[in-house]
Nanobody
Framework: QVQVVESGGGLVQAGGSLRLSCAAS????????MGWYRQAPGKQRELVAT???????NYADSVKGRFTISRDNAKNTVFLQMNSLKPEDTAVYYC???????????????WGQGTQVTVSS
């Protein structure tokens, strides 16, 4: 199966930076798209950014120009560099990895446990 583990959350003042990391562990198959979603209290989970295996990226409008997603394919690891943080970025950030077993085109999405990011004003 696939294990997804995030790290790097914490407390930061507005205008500061944080870097999140996420590693997907697999024994067979391959990882395609990886990405980050976030969920603030009382709100639905929303897309932050995704990156494909060929580094095609997609960002939510609210983070464009402030956040950068990148990945290390050899280590199935994705990073989220967050700059110019705002209080409204406060949320639990969840990483996902889309896994394919190599026998079909079906992708299975696996999620990490989430990491808290808190931005104080």
């Amino acid at each position: 199966q696939v294990q997804v583990v995030e790290s790097g959350g914490g407390l930061v003042q507005a205008g500061g930076s944080l870097r999140l990391s996420c590693a997907a562990s697999i024994s067979t198959g391959s990882i395609n798209v990886m990405g980050w979603y976030r969920q603030a209290p009382g709100k639905q989970r929303e897309l932050v950014a995704t990156i494909s295996s060929v580094s095609t990226t997609n960002y939510a409008d609210s983070v464009k120009g402030r956040f950068t997603i990148s990945r290390d394919n050899a280590k199935n690891t994705v990073f989220l560099q967050m700059n110019s943080l705002k209080p409204e970025d406060t949320a639990v950030y969840y990483c996902h990895a889309d896994w394919n077993n190599g026998a079909s085109k079906t992708m299975f999405r696996y999620w990490g446990q989430g990491t808290q990011v808190t931005v104080s004003s």
